[in-house]
Antibody, heavy 121, light 110 residues
Framework: QITLKESGPTLVRPTQTLMLTCTFS??????????VGWIRQPPGEALEWLAG???????RYSPSLKSRINITKDTSKNEVVLTMTDMDPVDTATYYC?????????????WGQGTLVTVSS | QSALTQPRSVSGSPGQSVTISCTGT?????????VSWYQQHPGKAPKLMIY???KWPSGVPDRFSGSKSGNTASLTISGLQAEDEADYYC??????????FGTGTKVTVL
């Protein structure tokens, strides 16, 4: 069974940098085709795809946020880290990580429980 | 890369059918047969209900069905049940290994 869990700060000040970690089990990040993505959801609003990283370190970003986000992985720990700079109150959201098992799987099979990040001074 | 357009809400009585539309462009919905649908209950993570336009993951009842025509995909819930009341989001592959979600639809069971 694949499980994912997000962790990081619950409160971030405006202009600070957010760092979130996705830790998962049941599948190795070194397995060919594995992809982990980050998706966020402001309170009462829609889901928004942010970024994704493949087992081979190929990285993809949302065009609208590309200048502010970076995604990295630590294969030995089965962790994926999302970094978002210059945080603003509009970035207040629940941040989810989600997994795709192989390259041709163009949907998110497994999701973490999400972590709420509030941006406020 | 703009969000896919969904109706804000749809409703139906138990046993009825409801259909949710998801409209994109030729760069996403219309360009690929990679539309997925997610169900989200309040305070919960999204759950995959349909993938590749019309395929069911294991464990999802066949009351849920998907289709696509041109730049618009649809999710139909037949035999509506109380537990189907939730928010539903479509998602499409948008090329270059990127994705775009829909604006979300609240399904109310009357």
């Amino acid at each position: 069974q694949i499980t994912l869990k997000e962790s990081g700060p619950t409160l971030v000040r405006p202009t600070q940098t957010l760092m979130l970690t996705c830790t998962f089990s049941g599948l190795s990040l070194s397995t060919s085709g594995v992809h982990v993505g980050w998706i966020r959801q402001p309170p009462g609003e829609a889901l928004e795809w942010l970024a994704g990283i493949y087992w081979n370190d190929d990285k993809r970003y949302s065009p609208s946020l590309k200048s502010r986000i970076n995604i990295t992985k630590d294969t030995s720990k089965n962790e994926v880290v999302l970094t978002m700079t210059d945080m603003d109150p509009v970035d207040t959201a629940t941040y989810y990580c989600a997994l795709r098992r192989f390259v041709g799987q163009n949907y998110f099979e497994s999701w973490g429980q999400g972590t709420l990040v509030t941006v406020s001074s | 890369q703009s969000a896919l357009t969904q109706p804000r809400s749809v409703s139906g009585s138990p046993g009825q059918s409801v259909t949710i539309s998801c409209t994109g462009t030729s760069s996403d919905v219309g360009g690929y047969n990679y539309v997925s649908w997610y169900q989200q209950h309040p305070g919960k993570a999204p759950k995959l209900m349909i993938y590749d336009v019309s395929k069911w993951p294991s464990g999802v009842p066949d009351r849920f069905s998907g289709s696509k025509s041109g730049n618009t995909a649809s999710l139909t819930i037949s035999g509506l049940q109380a537990e189907d009341e939730a928010d539903y989001y479509c998602c499409s592959y948008a090329g270059s290994y990127t994705f775009v979600f829909g604006t979300g639809t609240k399904v109310t069971v009357l």
